[in-house]
């Protein structure tokens, strides 16, 4: 009679997605990972965050504003920006600069809203300067604002309605030719693609909002293919 070992089973297995495999990715800020309190430990149940280390690159957050800093939300297994204001900032005056041209680039959040959007939240943004932002505008647009002030390159994308239940994966893209996307839950906006008119991103704010729980952060030096954004969409889901 035939035995099957388990090695002779699970070699055919899928091998477990990691986004480390994905090309150009430069920060994450991972799920229940490099999350630390004021002592350098993991924080308690509605502990102040004072840290969130980057499991890729030199963009470790932090807030020592007792003020401004979001908890730890055990029953959300979250960073829970649990009121306003709250954020944290790259250390030691760092900003993260992505270029448009060459590979493009890409940033994606997993996300759920304490409170309806209403643009007075901020995935990402520039502390020096207004008009540099990702955020839900309202609960049917996410806005990027890329540096020029009023209403001058401001980019928005009509989105299936975000609502305050359930977590949401928000993704912005800029592809190689210098087209604006944005994905939400896997699924590109009905606004299809934006021209983007700037020549780079900057900020070095994560998550400067209000009553929202935070879980992941990813960002990228390029685009992703459809296949990448596909398993990264199944990973923020099923694993995050």
Same mark, same amino acid.
């Given at each position: 009679?035939?035995s099957?070992?388990?090695?002779? *089973?699970?070699? #055919?297995?899928?091998?477990?997605?990691n986004? +480390?495999?994905i090309?150009?990715?430069?920060?994450w800020?991972?799920?229940?990972?490099?999350?630390?309190?004021?002592?350098?430990?993991?924080?308690d /149940?509605n502990?102040? *965050?004072w840290?969130w280390?980057? @499991?890729?690159? /030199?963009?470790?957050?932090?807030? &020592?504003?007792?003020?401004?800093?979001? @908890?730890?939300?055990?029953?959300?297994?979250?960073?829970?920006?649990?009121?306003?204001?709250?954020?944290?900032q790259?250390?030691e005056?760092?900003?993260?600069?992505?270029?448009?041209?060459?590979?493009?680039?890409?940033?994606?959040?997993?996300? +759920?809203?304490?409170?309806?959007?209403?643009? &007075?939240?901020?995935f990402?943004k520039?502390?020096?300067?207004?008009?540099?932002?990702?955020?839900a505008?309202?609960? &049917?647009? *996410?806005?990027?604002?890329?540096?020029?002030?009023?209403?001058?390159?401001?980019?928005?994308?009509?989105?299936?309605?975000?609502g305050?239940?359930?977590?949401?994966n928000?993704?912005?893209?800029?592809?190689?030719?210098?087209?604006?996307h944005?994905? *939400?839950?896997?699924?590109?906006?009905?606004?299809?693609?934006?021209?983007?008119?700037d =020549? =780079?991103?900057t #900020?070095?704010?994560?998550?400067?909002?209000?009553?929202?729980?935070f879980?992941?952060?990813?960002?990228?030096?390029?685009?992703?293919? /459809?296949? /990448?954004?596909?398993?990264?969409?199944?990973?923020?889901?099923?694993?995050?």
């Amino acid at each position: 009679m035939l035995s099957l070992s388990v090695n002779s *089973v699970s070699k #055919f297995s899928k091998p477990v997605f990691n986004p +480390k495999a994905i090309p150009g990715i430069i920060h994450w800020w991972k799920w229940n990972e490099g999350i630390q309190d004021g002592e350098g430990d993991f924080p308690d /149940d509605n502990e102040g *965050v004072w840290k969130w280390i980057d @499991a890729v690159g /030199d963009a470790t957050v932090l807030m &020592t504003d007792g003020g401004l800093r979001p @908890a730890y939300n055990l029953s959300e297994k979250s960073v829970d920006f649990n009121g306003p204001f709250r954020l944290l900032q790259i250390q030691e005056g760092g900003e993260i600069e992505l270029q448009s041209g060459l590979d493009g680039f890409a940033l994606y959040f997993r996300i +759920k809203y304490g409170i309806a959007p209403d643009g &007075t939240d901020n995935f990402v943004k520039a502390s020096e300067s207004d008009n540099f932002f990702i955020r839900a505008q309202d609960a &049917t647009t *996410v806005r990027v604002k890329s540096g020029t002030a009023g209403s001058g390159g401001r980019y928005d994308f009509t989105v299936p309605t975000i609502g305050t239940s359930k977590y949401y994966n928000i993704g912005i893209e800029l592809d190689a030719e210098g087209g604006l996307h944005c994905y *939400v839950d896997g699924v590109e906006s009905t606004t299809g693609e934006l021209e983007y008119a700037d =020549s =780079s991103f900057t #900020f070095d704010i994560l998550k400067g909002g209000r009553q929202d729980n935070f879980r992941t952060g990813l960002i990228f030096e390029s685009s992703l293919n /459809d296949r /990448d954004r596909r398993d990264l969409q199944d990973w923020l889901t099923y694993r995050n």
